[in-house]
């Protein structure tokens, strides 16, 4: 009873967070010197987090196991303060003041477990097709590049690309739509995304295939964030106005 | 060009510290400058070491004069703000405009809109340096009160930037996070922002722990602005 006491107190403290935070931080600033000296972690942007732990030796990983550690720690005591401060002032005035900083904290859980999706299950492929070829994709869809489009200007650089496809399932055309930078297509959980393309008679284009598990979540998080943020930054400004 | 007008927006804004109008001068100029170079090229000016620096310079200047409005020692808080604004705008020299038209993944508004953010956050947390800066030589409640507003718009905003950005690469990369050293720094900032957020509310940390934490924290921003873009390998080098 004692220790569950005690592991209460430090998991309900502010101080934890103070020190989880700091810890983190200190681990990723020695990750952050380690990764530009090392090109193992460019394979990082390809294959997911958990896959390439497992791959890559401990000489390099260490930084990211404990940090892995130190965010599961601060994802704990983060949960147990907001429930706990929802619990003590529920019955409290200027419920929006409360409610706000829990928002955000419920917005960096699910940012926190996007992370965790992706780290498990995402892909990315990257291939280059023709004009008027087929691309088989692992959900078991085919994209046909009906055409390839690329802007050339005057003194011959590309300005802007696109491509236009169509999906196919069991040989019947169920939807099609045009890519370009900034502007990808999504079908059946997977991302098309044109990089580049080479213009000539035949034209080419560089085409990534990506799914990412945790980007639904990302965004939720991400709403949710933005949300407490803004109210608890309008109470606050409203509540020194009113001071003034 | 660039250079005369830059020099003659640093002269305003040193004399700005005496006097008021000069200040307001400055800053109606250098928007006035920015403006121009935006008609010019068709886009916001916010890509390179030049315009991104001329942007922070106005920021600062700008969120320098709003935070202070109002206030009775405004001149003395004033003064150190618009001194590092001028230090940004003279920096800006030392880097060619990037004057070419942007690849077309950097033409969106998750782009204009992150890197925007970005830095209003950044001057943010230069002006809350500068606080901590007064406020270790006199340690005054007003100060460190203002130096906390500063911070939390601050933190605001880079929260926003970070969101946005997010959006920006999952619409261009497929992924809403990427293994790059430029990533890595901007968590580490938002994170330390978010300890001092967290650590105001206990006793032992207020006061000076505070605002030498404030003068550190802009230490970081500096190095994941310009350190890891100039002499790391990121999706952010110039």
């Not at chain 2, 340096?129 to 006199?138: H, I, Q, R, S």
Request: with cysteine.
């Amino acid at each position: 009873m004692k220790i569950l006491k005690a592991l209460a107190g430090i998991f309900l403290s502010l101080r934890t967070a103070v020190w989880l935070s700091t810890v983190l931080i200190i681990l990723l600033l020695a990750g952050g010197f380690l990764m530009p000296a090392h090109e193992e972690f460019q394979a990082l942007q390809t294959i997911p987090l958990f896959q390439w732990l497992s791959e890559t030796g401990l000489g390099l990983t260490w930084w990211l196991l404990a940090a892995i550690v130190v965010i599961s720690l601060l994802a704990a005591n983060t949960l147990a303060c907001s429930a706990e401060s929802l619990l003590r002032k529920k019955r409290s005035r200027g419920w929006l003041l409360t409610i706000s900083p829990q928002l955000m904290h419920t917005g960096f859980l699910f940012i926190l477990l996007a992370h965790l999706l992706s780290s498990y299950d995402s892909f990315q492929g990257m291939v280059m097709v023709n004009e008027g070829a087929w691309l088989p994709l692992p959900n078991g869809i085919t994209a046909s590049f009906d055409s390839i489009h690329a802007d050339v200007g005057p003194t011959g650089e590309i300005r802007d690309w696109s491509a236009s496809l169509s999906y196919y399932q069991n040989e019947q055309r169920i939807s099609g739509g045009t890519i370009r930078p900034n502007a990808p297509s999504f079908i059946g959980g997977l991302g098309l995304y044109i990089k580049t393309v080479r213009p000539g008679s035949r034209p080419t284009a560089l085409v990534q295939v990506s799914r990412d598990a945790g980007a639904p979540y990302a965004l939720a998080g991400g709403i949710l964030f933005l949300a407490g943020m803004t109210i608890l930054l309008l109470l606050k400004v409203r509540r020194e106005s009113d001071q003034d | 060009m660039i250079f005369f007008i830059t020099l003659l927006l640093v002269c305003l804004y040193l004399a700005g510290g005496y006097r008021m109008p000069f200040a307001y001068a400055g800053l109606i100029g250098q928007a006035a400058a920015m403006g121009s170079r935006g008609i010019q090229l068709g886009r916001l000016p916010i890509v390179g070491p030049h315009d991104t620096l001329f942007f922070m310079s106005l920021s600062t200047a700008l969120f320098g004069v709003a935070v202070t409005y109002r206030m009775e020692d405004r001149r003395n808080i004033l003064s150190p703000i618009l001194i590092l604004a001028s230090s940004f705008a003279l920096f800006s020299l030392l880097y060619p405009p990037h004057d070419t038209p942007l690849p077309p993944v950097l033409r969106t508004f998750w782009f204009e809109a992150h890197v925007a953010l970005s830095f209003f956050s950044y001057a943010l947390f230069g002006i809350a340096a500068v606080l901590g800066v007064l406020y270790l030589m006199k340690a005054d409640r007003k100060t460190e009160v203002l130096q906390y507003k500063a911070i939390l718009v601050g933190y605001c905003f880079f929260s926003a930037a970070m969101i946005f950005g997010g959006i920006w690469a999952y619409y261009a990369w497929g992924t809403y996070w990427l293994w790059t050293p430029k990533e890595l720094f901007t968590v580490i900032l938002w994170l330390f922002y978010s300890l001092w957020l967290h650590a105001r509310l206990r006793p032992w940390w207020y006061g000076r722990p505070m605002a030498i934490l404030s003068v550190a924290g802009f230490g970081i921003v500096m190095f994941t602005y310009l350190g890891v873009s100039l002499f790391m390998k990121s999706s952010h080098s110039f």
